[in-house]
């Protein structure tokens, strides 16, 4: 929604049923209160929550208090608080953006390592393949086609930045032909985190990848799962080590100058 359009109010009710609550746990309940709401498809994406006074009298807190919870809200990718003749607290689109920060965060603060992240990427990846195997349409895989040949054409003319973006962008190409946004979700979040990973330990080149793709493309549009699945984890397992080889002289090499 623009920020100049028109205020879509929440359908059906004009009193949401917001109830006072204690100020000892104020912040927790209205947040939860509004989370209900939203369960209950009393408020739906792109609704304008009352306004703050309003809001704040109907709970009976302050205003302090009330901003917080909405920034709280904010936060969690729930509501976007707009400035101006139009603004408020509105209800956001469902977005991934929550999750795959959250694993970022998770992995920066030490909570996943390499190891893991690998780990998880071939069990996801896995599931992926053998699901694409089976819903993957023709327009879809020629997409894919398409994708490892740029990909191709970047790492001959030596664009390392492009290379790396295209072969993120297959994977989550790839999990899209599955048709789950929980799957998709999944892979993006993952995808940050070695992107993340990767910056750290800087780009290489993996001569192995190209082939792989275009091998495990050729299964796919075969629908021969359980070669397309081998193809997949052989791909990682050796893309893995070759990021730990990267990784471990990263470390000695800090140790050294340290």
Not at 52 to 78: K, P, Y
């Amino acid at each position: 929604m623009g920020r100049g359009s028109a205020v879509k109010e929440p359908s059906g009710r004009a009193d949401l049923g917001f109830a006072p609550i204690a100020p000892k746990r104020a912040f927790e309940e209205i947040t939860e209160q509004i989370r209900q709401l939203l369960a209950n498809g009393d408020l739906k994406p792109g609704d304008r929550l009352p306004a703050e006074a309003d809001l704040a009298v109907r709970f009976s807190v302050s205003r302090n208090t009330l901003r917080e919870a909405l920034r709280t809200l904010e936060l969690a990718g729930i509501v976007e608080l707009r400035k101006g003749a139009s603004g408020g607290a509105y209800v956001r689109q469902g977005s991934s953006g929550v999750i795959v920060t959250g694993l970022r965060d998770l992995y920066h603060l030490g909570a996943i390592n390499p190891d893991q992240l690998t780990e998880a990427r071939i069990w996801l990846e896995s599931v992926v393949v053998r699901v694409a195997c089976e819903r993957a349409t023709e327009q879809e895989l020629d997409a894919l086609d398409a994708n490892v040949t740029a990909a191709a054409k970047a790492e001959k003319a030596g664009d390392f930045v492009r290379r790396t973006e295209l072969h993120r962008e297959f994977h989550l190409m790839l999990a899209a032909t599955t048709g789950n946004p929980i799957v998709q979700i999944m892979m993006e979040s993952v995808m940050e985190v070695l992107k993340q990973f990767v910056g750290a330990i800087g780009p290489a080149n993996n001569p192995f990848t190209i082939p792989s793709k275009r091998r495990l493309l050729r299964l796919i549009r075969a629908r021969d799962s359980e070669k397309a699945v081998g193809e997949m984890t052989r791909f990682l397992e050796k893309l893995h080590a070759r990021y730990m080889e990267r990784w471990t002289v990263e470390k000695l090499n800090e140790r050294a100058g340290s």
